[in-house]
């Protein structure tokens, strides 16, 4: 058996000659070929690190913080620690990707903790449908879209498809259909996984997976060793007071994303934020500073060889608010006592137009002197240090939360307009301060309009201070008739009626009555709509704070300063400081004995009203009532004080509060307030 085997492989050996040549040719030839290619390959190689690529990081600068006028601080910055993913260093491969998220995702779970997803879609699969109520986001609805289009998915595809073709193309499920991970992880992979895609994960815009870790999990997931993910300090905004002036701070948050270019242009960076109501957005220049920028020089494998910092990043100034925050507090707190008392008294009558519908409201101080802005309440208003908890309750309020009424909101002025009509009558000369006239009732000059004085029986022969006083229609019909609306409006103009008051907040214009308005919307002016016109009804709509400011510029002596919240700025270390000085947007044409009428009637009508004629302090106030519907009246209350030398002007607006007086109450109790007095304006007992 061995020889024979022996046999056989001798004639083999002489049969494989040639082949060993052929072997050995071939040897030789690959041998010169491996030679070749390394030599080239190294050549390649060398040229491809010499090719590493600098890649520029957005270092974010301090955001400024935000201060009320006497230094109390209302918006600080605090510290937080996020878990982020790096696209960089996160494995590439299907496999290795899903593998490295899958560690993470279980670092989290163990400490108890899910990652953040953004995934449009409820439930467990199979048991999956979108969450349309998520996609009614515009930003919910783009990444969707992005994500579709990057994954060549068409638009449309039913929940389950979609969810079935995410397992395939992020390789979930093997050849045979075999599901990889456990349900759960699973799920969880592919939710991560389509967020980073819909977010437009880069290598610039890391993908926060956890917000506001502790220690014990930052010490977890350094320990785990998992790649791709990295512990970043980011500040976030503390608000010291809150729940107070939430409409007047505003909030910050990610850059939206329809305005991502124009931030991105601006040198914003994809995860950076912007103030997005608010003080915050309004002073967005002055608070957020300049961005840094350090660069990292990397190899085509995402290795950083070295970093260096090419722009420091500046801090934001911070910002002093003209809001005095416990005159804030106060306004807020008295404001929404009083519409609660007028609903409860309202309902408790059984009738209708008693402020049973009350459930809104706006309460504003000024500075008589200077336009600074004192407080700016808004009721129903929301806390912004629980914001997000809060959004679903706070978006489903009917009564808007987040409509700041102070600035935004307009209302007819009601009998408050009464005093334009006399500064405007005065100053044309049309009347004196001893002009008067014979209330009958009833207003006959025109044939087809004739109304009638809110007494119907008259009150007989007024002058102008009582007229202001009682606030007869009647008078002022005739006076605004005779005044014509062409100089009324020149006046109202001037006081700042129907315009902007130039605070920096996102404010409403309103609407001055008058052929102007009437025109563009197509309409004609009539001659009676001029006698509506003059006790603050047709069109004439304007904001509490522009209210508060015509009031201020009629009892000033005619100077109409810009409304502003801004106090000052100064950085860090409380230098470089500027101030914002008051700034004049126009003046009066008035003379003292009109200014004088002006303080007079409204002394008279503080003195004739229920409600504030046993205030003791000296103040000048006016009511107006404002129809705004068969069954609906809204409650109108303008005051200044103190009366010589008016310091501070106030507006009260509530929405269906049945009566003018009714909101008189929340302005008085502001007054004593701020003056340190009672409640019946006397000063308090030591
Ligand atoms: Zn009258």
């Known amino acids: ?98 593998e490295t998220l899958s560690q993470i995702i279980n670092v989290l779970k163990e400490n108890g903790r899910e990652v953040i997803t953004v995934m449009p879609v409820t439930g467990t699969y199979p048991h999956i449908k979108y969450d349309e109520e998520a996609l009614k986001s515009q930003t919910a609805q783009n990444r969707m879209y992005r994500f579709l289009l990057y994954h060549n998915i068409r638009t449309g595809v039913n929940c389950l498809d979609f969810y079935e073709e995410l397992l395939n193309d992020f390789g979930l499920v093997d050849s045979e259909g075999e599901h990889i991970y456990d349900s759960e992880t699973e799920d969880k992979i592919v939710r991560l996984r389509y967020s980073l895609d819909a977010t437009n994960f880069a290598a610039d815009n890391p993908y926060v997976i956890a917000e506001n870790i502790d220690l014990p999990l930052t010490t977890a997931v350094l320990e785990s060793g998992c790649k791709g993910v990295s512990v970043k300090k980011e500040y976030k905004r503390k608000y010291n007071v809150p729940g107070v002036g939430s409409n007047i701070i505003g909030r910050i948050g990610k850059i939206p994303e ?19 109501s608010g003080a915050e957005a309004a002073f967005e220049e002055i608070l957020r500073g300049e961005n840094g920028i350090t660069v990292y020089v990397e190899d085509d494998y995402g290795n ?16 002093y608010l003209t809001i005095d925050i416990n005159l804030q507090a106060q306004a807020e707190k008295l404001l929404e006592e009083q519409i609660k008392i007028i609903k409860a008294d309202g309902i408790a009558s059984g009738q209708q137009n008693r402020g049973e519908k009350a459930d809104s409201g706006a309460l504003t101080v000024t500075s008589v002197n200077t336009g600074q802005v004192l407080a700016l309440a808004s009721y129903p208003t929301y806390d912004l240090s629980t914001f997000s908890e809060d959004y679903e309750t706070i978006v489903q309020n009917p009564a808007k939360p987040l409509f700041d009424r102070s600035i935004s909101g307009t209302y007819q002025p009601g009998s408050t307009f009464k005093l334009a009509t006399t500064i405007a009558a005065l100053m044309s000369n049309t009347i004196t301060p001893n002009t008067t006239i014979n209330d009958t009732g009833h207003y006959t000059f ?107 510029t009629a009892v000033n002596g005619g100077t109409r300063y810009k409304s502003t919240v801004l ?120």
């Not at 270019?261 to 103030?275: I, M, N, P, Q, W």
Request: charged share 25%.
């Open 567 to 686: 106090l000052k700025t100064c950085n860090y270390s409380g230098s470089d400081e500027e101030v914002n000085a008051p700034q004049i947007l126009g003046t009066v044409d008035m003379d003292e004995t009109c200014v004088d009428c002006v303080k007079r009637g409204m002394r008279r009508s503080k003195e004739l009203t229920t409600t504030t004629k046993n205030y003791k302090f000296p103040i000048g106030s006016k009511t107006g009532t404002a129809q705004t519907s068969q069954t609906n009246n809204n409650a109108v209350f303008v005051a200044f004080a103190p009366y010589d030398a008016p310091e501070i002007s106030i507006s009260c607006v509530i929405e269906n509060g049945s009566t003018g007086t009714l909101a008189a109450a929340p302005v008085l109790k502001t007054i004593s307030f701020y003056y340190g007095l009672d409640n019946n304006g006397n000063p308090l007992k030591s």
């Open 258 to 276: 329809e305005k991502m270019e124009e931030y991105l242009a601006k040198g914003y960076s994809y995860d950076g934020v912007t103030g997005l």
């Open 446 to 552: 025109y044939p087809d309009y004739q109304p009638w004085c809110w007494k119907r029986d008259g009150h007989g022969p007024v002058d102008l201070i009582d007229a202001i006083g009682v606030s007869c229609n009647y008078y002022f019909y005739e006076t605004g008739r005779r005044t014509g609306i062409e100089t009324l409006n020149k006046y109202c103009k001037q006081l700042g009626l129907g315009e902007y008051t130039g605070i920096e907040l996102p404010e409403k214009k309103g609407i001055l009555a008058g052929p102007e308005y009437k025109e563009t919307m197509g309409k004609r002016w009539y001659s009676g709509d001029t006698l509506a016109a003059a006790i603050g009804q047709s069109d004439n709509s304007f904001t509490p704070l522009q209210l508060s400011s015509y009031i201020a």
């Open 1 to 98: 058996m061995r020889d024979k085997g022996l046999n056989k492989n001798r004639k083999f050996n002489i049969r494989f000659i040639p082949l060993c040549v052929i072997y050995a040719a071939a040897c030789v030839f690959f041998f010169i070929k491996l030679i070749n290619i390394q030599i080239t390959g190294a050549d390649r190689y060398v040229k491809t690190m010499s090719l590493s690529h600098e890649r520029e990081v957005v270092v974010q600068s301090l955001r400024g913080e935000i201060y009320d006028r006497n230094g109390v601080p209302l918006v600080t910055n605090e510290y937080t620690e996020n878990l982020q993913l790096d696209y960089a260093s996160l494995p590439k491969g299907l496999k290795e990707r899903n």
């Open 304 to 319: 950083i060889l070295e970093s260096y910092v090419k722009k420091e990043p500046v801090p934001g100034k911070n910002v």
